[in-house]
């Protein structure tokens, strides 16, 4: 099983797959590691990719279902995980990259088109996380009901304190739209995106869908797209074409 380390940080990755890199964050919010795609994923993106790219793939740091390992940054929570996902990229010798991100994944790349924009070819976010505004505590409040416990059961220098701070600067400090990211960052940006809209408590519908509006380079699949056997593989195939379109020259 090959690791990342840098600093206090140890990161578990994988890969899949041979051609251009297509880094893939699994969802599962603050538990997102590789199990998420056998488990919760309604595809395995490295399955269904790895025949035209280099599928790679990470644990969270903060994933109990995982083998990554790193402290909480409390007064940098979103900036800390995207310290690891360049961090790997730069392990692993690559610059250039595609994305595809699950749940807290959409989160996660708008962060790094924020960054380091230069670098991220084209992404795909598929049911996006996002603030919802009839539940605008909901990312806090779930966490701190079972990930938060769950972690610091298995990892004895944590407590709930910590914890809580953490989620505070993570998720009631991050305003009405994506977490990361406000509104002007999506209009300015000139990466193309392709967003799988999901209506799920954490997977707001109209944030998606605004997403969609503000980006100038903004693609859509089909929706809904998750809700039988049947649509599933037309989505995953749209996604396909999509990153085909983008997908750089050797």
Known sequence: MPFFEKGA??????????GPPLLIIPGGGLDSSRAFFSTLSPFDPMQEFRDSYRCITMDLRTAYSGKSNGPLEIDRPWDS?????????????????????????????????????????????AQPSGWRHEKPR???????????????AQRPELNMTLVEAFLNNMYLKRGDFVYTVDRDTVRN?????FVMPDDSPPHPYDIAMEVVSLAP?????????????ELIPVAVAQAREFLARHRPVA
């Open 138 to 152: 909901l990312g806090y409040e779930s966490n701190m009901a079972k990930w938060g416990p769950t972690l610091c």
């Open 9 to 18: 940080v140890r990161i578990h990755y994988e890969e899949e797959g041979s």
């Open 217 to 229: 380079k903004s693609e859509v699949s089909i929706y809904p797209w998750k809700t039988s056997p």
């Open 81 to 125: 995980f995207t310290d690891d996902q360049l961090g790997l990229m730069d392990h692993l010798g690559i610059d250039k990259f595609l994305i595809m991100g699950f749940c807290i994944g959409g989160p996660f790349i708008w962060n790094l088109l924020k960054r380091s924009p230069e670098r991220v070819i084209a992404a795909v976010t």
């Open 189 to 193: 940006c000139h990466t193309p995106v």
